[in-house]
T-cell receptor
Framework: DTGVSQDPRHKITKRGQNVTFRCDPI?????LYWYRQTLGQGPEFLTYFQNEAQLEKSRLLSDRFSAERPKGSFSTLEIQRTEQGDSAMYLC????????????FGEGSRLTVL | DQQVKQNSPSLSVQEGRISILNCDYTNSMFDYFLWYKKYPAEGPTFLISISSIKDKNEDGRFTVFLNKSAKHLSLHIVPSQPGDSAVYFCAASGTPGSNYKLTFGKGTLLTVNP
């Protein structure tokens, strides 16, 4: 399968713990995005990479959140000192070259903070 | 403030009939619009898009109409099939190639009954 893959698919953690999600984009895609989706809402933009450069971060991404994309390949999203409000589906997407609006999403990583 | 609004949380239609999903937007800077479809436990997948220079775009059973003066777009599915049952998200962005961020609505759950 050559689609976007995310790991883990589901993470349950206690409040205050740190969690990290990984995203492997489609190999030839140089753009990578993180979105967050909570119950009853559409996906909300978190951050965007072009190759290894993080070009924008949403104000939804507090100081407890950090994303990296070393070498412009896979990406990680780390949440430190998790809070119950962080419970959501974290979606990664990638797209090729010039932005056309068509994003290729992974299946998401669901975070539950107890 | 919701910049992209899907005011119908759900829609139920009979197989073979037309499904019409509606979307309104408030940001005049949006000029590219997309529809994504999402099945349970999967990431959203791109369905169809339209640029603001057009008022209609068609792809097989799917047609998107844009009324820029009313800031309204709709997705028509004809004929509807049970496999079309999914959540449909309307999304908007700035000019392709210059804006990489999508703003999504909350989604409409479409159920097509056999």
């Amino acid at each position: 399968d050559t689609g976007v893959s995310q790991d883990p698919r589901h993470k349950i953690t206690k409040r205050g713990q740190n969690v990290t999600f990984r995203c492997d984009p489609i190999s030839e895609h140089n753009r990578l995005y993180w979105y967050r989706q909570t119950l009853g809402q559409g996906p909300e933009f978190l951050t965007y990479f072009q190759n290894e450069a993080q070009l924008e971060k949403s104000r939804l991404l507090s100081d407890r959140f950090s994303a990296e994309r070393p070498k412009g390949s896979f990406s990680t999203l780390e949440i430190q000192r998790t809070e119950q409000g962080d419970s959501a589906m974290y979606l990664c997407a990638s797209s090729p070259g010039r932005f056309t609006g068509e994003l290729f999403f992974g299946e998401g990583s669901r975070l539950t903070v107890l | 403030d919701q910049q992209v609004k899907q005011n119908s949380p759900s829609l139920s239609v009979q197989e073979g009939r037309i499904s019409i999903l509606n979307c309104d937007y408030t940001n005049s800077m949006f000029d590219y619009f997309l529809w994504y479809k999402k099945y349970p436990a999967e990431g959203p997948t791109f369905l169809i898009s339209i640029s603001s220079i057009k008022d209609k775009n068609e792809d097989g059973r799917f047609t998107v109409f844009l009324n820029k003066s009313a800031k309204h777009l709709s997705l028509h599915i004809v004929p509807s099939q049970p496999g079309d049952s999914a959540v449909y998200f309307c999304a908007a962005s700035g000019t392709p190639g210059s804006n990489y961020k999508l703003t999504f609505g909350k989604g409409t759950l479409l159920t097509v009954n056999p």
